[in-house]
Nanobody, 126 residues
Framework: QVRLVESGGGSVQPGGSLRLSCVASVTGGSRYDKHCMGWFRQAPGKERQAVAL??????VYTDSAEGRFTISQNNAKNTITLQMNSLQQEDTATYYC??????????????????WGQGTQVTVSL
């Protein structure tokens, strides 16, 4: 099994910043591809959507993250992070870390992602 554990969520005011981290650990014969890991989010009543990810090469940012969020990776620590700046109320959601066993398929298809963390809550409010 691949275990993904997120941390760093919390409550901030609009314009604030948060830094999310995801640490991966592997047991048994499970595996994941470090080149295909990323962050997704799900707001209440909405579908889970990609935010920022690594998908075989450099970082990929969706429109919601471009210019405000930065994804980074530390392979030595099996960690990916998401630095979120200029947070807005519409960024309120549960943020999930995800990984694939082997890179493949479209990154925006949730069923292509094999491993998921339990999520960390981000709340942006006045």
């Amino acid at each position: 099994q691949v275990r993904l554990v997120e941390s760093g969520g919390g409550s901030v005011q609009p314009g604030g910043s948060l830094r999310l981290s995801c640490v991966a650990s592997v047991t048994g014969g499970s595996r994941y591809d470090k080149h295909c890991m990323g962050w997704f989010r799900q707001a209440p009543g909405k579908e889970r959507q990609a935010v920022a990810l690594f998908y075989g090469g450099g970082p990929v940012y969706t429109d919601s993250a471009e210019g405000r969020f930065t994804i980074s990776q530390n392979n030595a620590k099996n960690t990916i992070t998401l630095q979120m700046n200029s947070l807005q109320q519409e960024d309120t959601a549960t943020y999930y870390c995800a990984a694939q066993v082997e890179c493949g398929g479209s990154w925006d298809v949730l069923s292509n992602w094999d491993w998921w963390g339990q999520g960390t809550q981000v709340t942006v409010s006045l």
